[in-house]
């Protein structure tokens, strides 16, 4: 019988005690490990990674950083009894475009030939000083038909130097890396982005950007993904979307809503840095995870009352053991929440971070009972910021929420504005239900 309740995995208090941290959660079957950094946990990122009064008498900064964050994922993955081979899933924020390669090469030394579907953004900013890498794990305990699979597919493999697969299996579920529009193999490009993703060189209005890379995506990269696993657009069920164009996130969602109309993911469109994926120009990138066609893990969709932000989104997904909660701000259904908003009158007698993350997390508690489970049983919080100076404030409401449980946190600043005017604060939740 599976076990009812996710369980913390290495908690720590940082801070001086002010912040109580999972480093991991197990979940039944399922391992996660969230916002972990090259922390040591007493002085933010270890000293000997930073090495400030030698920066350069060892190796790279950034490679002991990687190193030292691979340390802190075995350690949570041990604690649920499992290893690294067993991992599905990883998400990479870097500070810099520059953290990328060291990074990579230290995931392909540690996981050797064994590295999952893999999404790497760069934004503006991470939670600690010194800090150029936030990474995001799952995993699973294997089990007699839930084993680890990796899928092999030459063209949509990874580059060499990431070495990720082009597809995982484990049971019924099938992870998707993140996808670009990278030129791959002999396509014509234009400063990295395949030349079918984009307009007409030299024409003014031959479409819009947006709308023309997201099909390509979609269409010749997506598509053939879940095909390695006999699955279609309509078995994804969550979906992540990174923007570098703010401008973007209605017509990427026009875009979208043509594919999955019938049976939309839930899904969060999230800002980053302008430049900030693997292609140059690139404008997007989109993660998927999806359910095998006539397995027994069944989709249901969660309706709690919750407003969403965007046309045809959900509010939550049930997928087997897993609910997966669309990204959400303090929104009501016609903008920002009142309750969220700034008394321009007393702008100071209130926190409007943690006036969002009061409703925010007020929704994803009613989307936890709508499902069967509750806020105990959240197993990965991933909290998008325009100023991560309100990281405190949220984390304080997660902190009275929970009866002072560990939180499995990460909180990344990125470019501003989010999608609903006013909104500082956009939170993406998974949780456990069995």
């Known amino acids: 019988m599976?076990?009812?309740?996710?369980?913390?995995?290495?908690?720590?208090?940082l801070g001086s005690g002010k912040i109580k941290f999972a480093q991991g959660m197990k979940a039944g079957r399922w391992v996660f490990a969230t916002g972990l950094m090259a922390q040591d946990f007493k002085n933010g990122i270890?000293?000997?990674?930073?090495?400030?009064?030698?920066?350069?008498?060892?190796?790279?900064?950034?490679?002991?950083?990687?190193?030292?964050?691979f340390e802190n994922l075995d350690a949570v993955l041990r604690a649920a009894g499992t290893d690294h081979a067993s991992l599905?899933?990883?998400?990479?924020?870097?500070?810099?475009?520059?953290?990328?390669?060291?990074?990579?090469?230290?995931?392909?030394?540690h996981l050797a030939?064994?590295?999952?579907?893999?999404?790497?953004?760069?934004?503006?900013?991470?939670?600690?000083?010194?800090?150029?890498?936030?990474?995001?794990?799952?995993?699973?305990?294997?089990?007699?038909?839930?084993?680890?699979?990796?899928?092999?597919?030459?063209?949509?493999?990874?580059?060499?130097?990431?070495?990720?697969?082009?597809?995982?299996?484990?049971?019924?579920?099938?992870?998707?890396?993140?996808i670009t529009s990278l030129a791959v193999g002999s396509e014509q490009r234009r400063n990295g982005v395949a030349a079918a993703?984009?307009?007409?060189?030299?024409?003014?209005?031959?479409?819009?950007?947006?709308?023309?890379?997201?099909?390509?995506?979609i269409k010749e990269r997506m598509v053939q993904s879940l095909a390695l696993a006999g699955a279609t657009l309509d078995d994804v069920v969550h979906a992540q979307v990174y923007l570098t164009d703010r401008d973007d996130y209605s017509a990427f969602n026009e875009a979208w809503t043509r594919h999955f109309a019938k049976s939309p993911p839930t899904l969060d469109i999230i800002p980053c840095i302008a430049h900030g994926l693997a292609p140059y120009d690139g404008k997007?990138?989109?993660?998927?995870?999806?359910?095998?066609?006539?397995?027994?893990?069944?989709?249901?969709?969660?309706?709690?009352?919750?407003?969403?932000?965007?046309?045809?989104?959900?509010?939550?997904?049930?997928?087997?053991?897993?609910?997966?909660?669309?990204?959400?701000?303090?929104?009501d259904g016609h903008g920002l929440a009142s309750s969220a908003a700034t008394d321009t009158h007393q702008p100071h007698f209130s926190s409007p971070a943690e006036a969002q993350a009061e409703f925010i997390i007020s929704n994803i508690a009613k989307l936890c009972e709508a499902a069967g489970t509750s806020l105990a049983n959240v197993v990965r919080v991933l909290q998008f910021h325009t100023d991560i100076r309100e990281f405190y404030p949220v984390y304080k409401v997660w902190e009275r929420r929970l009866g002072g449980r560990s939180v499995p946190f990460s909180a990344v600043e990125v470019p501003s504005p989010l999608p609903v005017p006013g909104a500082t604060v956009l939170i993406e939740a998974w949780a456990y239900a069995p």
């Open 88 to 109: 599905v899933r990883t998400d990479q924020y870097y500070s810099t475009v520059k953290a990328v390669p060291p990074y990579q090469q230290v995931r392909r030394h």
């Open 2 to 13: 599976a076990d009812k309740n996710a369980v913390p995995l290495l908690p720590v208090e």
């Open 46 to 69: 270890a000293p000997d990674v930073l090495s400030e009064s030698a920066p350069h008498a060892g190796l790279p900064k950034r490679e002991k950083e990687a190193a030292r964050i």
């Open 284 to 331: 997007i990138e989109i993660n998927v995870l999806a359910l095998k066609p006539g397995g027994t893990t069944k989709r249901r969709a969660i309706d709690a009352g919750v407003p969403t932000a965007f046309r045809h989104q959900p509010q939550a997904m049930m997928a087997g053991d897993l609910l997966f909660i669309s990204g959400l701000m303090a929104f």
């Open 197 to 217: 993703a984009l307009m007409t060189e030299g024409a003014q209005w031959a479409g819009l950007p947006i709308k023309l890379e997201t099909e390509f995506i």
């Open 113 to 178: 030939g064994r590295i999952p579907p893999s999404t790497s953004i760069a934004q503006q900013g991470l939670l600690l000083p010194g800090a150029d890498m936030n990474i995001q794990a799952l995993g699973i305990v294997p089990e007699k038909g839930f084993e680890v699979t990796h899928l092999k597919h030459e063209q949509l493999a990874g580059r060499p130097t990431s070495g990720y697969s082009p597809a995982v299996t484990a049971g019924d579920f099938i992870f998707i890396p993140g």
